[in-house]
Nanobody, 128 residues
C-alpha cells in the first residue's frame, strides 16, 4: 500500500527556516519521482519543487528558487524540503506526491494530475 506522510510543518516568523519531510512506504523510492506542492486558502494548488529518481534532477518554482532545497535519502525512503528565508506568502498546506519514473514528464513536473499518490499535507504558517 503506497503511503506518503508529511511532517515538519509549523508556525515560524518571516526569515526563519523549516525542513519538511515526506516519508514514503509501500514502494521503493528509487524508482519514483517526488514532488512538493502547496495550497494556500482560496488559491489553487501549485507546484513547489520536484526531484527525479534517475539522476536526481531538481525543479523549483520561480517563487522559491534560491530559498528552498529539495533532497532525497533513498535509504530512508524520505524526501526533504529545506525552506529558508520564509515569507508570509509561503503560508500554505504543503503536500508531497509521487509518480513512477517511467510516467514522469519533466516539462509538466508542476502539474498535479501527473502524480498518482498524495500525502495528507502539513501546515506551514509564516507570520510575525
Amino acid at each position: 500500500q503506497v503511503q506518503l506522510v508529511e511532517s515538519g510543518g509549523g508556525l515560524v516568523q518571516p526569515g526563519q527556516s523549516l525542513r519538511l519531510s515526506c516519508a514514503a512506504s509501500g514502494f521503493p523510492l528509487d524508482y519514483y519521482v517526488i514532488g512538493w506542492f502547496r495550497q494556500a486558502p482560496g488559491k489553487e494548488r501549485e507546484g513547489v519543487s520536484c526531484i527525479s529518481s534517475s539522476d536526481g534532477s531538481t525543479y523549483y518554482a520561480d517563487s522559491v528558487k534560491g530559498r528552498f532545497t529539495i533532497s532525497r535519502d533513498n535509504a530512508k525512503n524520505t524526501v526533504y524540503l529545506q525552506m529558508n528565508s520564509l515569507k508570509p506568502e509561503d503560508t500554505a498546506v504543503y503536500y508531497c506526491a509521487t509518480v513512477a519514473s517511467d510516467s514522469f514528464y519533466a516539462g509538466s513536473w508542476d502539474a498535479s494530475p501527473l502524480y498518482d499518490y498524495w500525502g495528507q499535507g502539513t501546515q506551514v504558517t509564516v507570520s510575525s
